[in-house]
Nanobody, 123 residues
Framework: VQLQASGGGLVQAEGSMRLSCAAT????????AGWFRQAPGKEREFVGV????????VYADSVKGRFTISRDDAKNLLILQMNSLKPGDTAVYFC?????????????????WGQGTQVTVSS
C-alpha cells in the first residue's frame, strides 16, 4: 500500500483546509485509515481515524467538532476536512492505514504511512 498526502499550505486562523490522501496498491476499502500530525519538537499525535466501512470515526479531543474524516473508496481517497483552524493546529499531517479492524489512536497501530503535508495556521 502506498499513501500520498496532499492539500497542505498556509491558512489564517479560523479558516478551513482540506487534506487528501490517495491510496494505491491494494483495495482501499480493506483498510482502516487515519490521520496523525507532528509539530516541531513534539511527538506525532493522533488526529482521527475512520473504520473500513466508513460508519465509525474517532477524533482527538483537540479537533473534535472542527475536523471531519471521510473516505471515498471508489476513488481510493481519505479526506480530512479542517474547519476553524487554530495556530496550534500547525504541523505536518500524515495519513496512515492498516488492515487491522481496530481504530487505533497510536502510531504503532498503523502499518502504512504517507509522506506528510505541511499545514501552517497564521494568527
Amino acid at each position: 500500500v502506498q499513501l500520498q498526502a496532499s492539500g497542505g499550505g498556509l491558512v489564517q486562523a479560523e479558516g478551513s483546509m482540506r487534506l487528501s490522501c490517495a491510496a494505491t496498491g491494494r483495495t482501499f476499502s480493506d483498510l482502516t485509515a487515519g490521520w496523525f500530525r507532528q509539530a516541531p519538537g513534539k511527538e506525532r499525535e493522533f488526529v482521527g481515524v475512520i473504520s473500513k466501512n466508513g460508519f465509525t470515526t474517532v477524533y482527538a479531543d483537540s479537533v473534535k467538532g472542527r475536523f471531519t474524516i471521510s473516505r471515498d473508496d471508489a476513488k481510493n481517497l481519505l479526506i480530512l476536512q479542517m474547519n476553524s483552524l487554530k495556530p496550534g493546529d500547525t504541523a505536518v499531517y500524515f495519513c496512515a492505514a492498516t488492515y487491522r479492524n481496530s481504530a487505533s489512536r497510536t502510531a504503532s497501530g498503523y502499518d502504512y504511512w504517507g509522506q506528510g503535508t505541511q499545514v501552517t495556521v497564521s494568527s
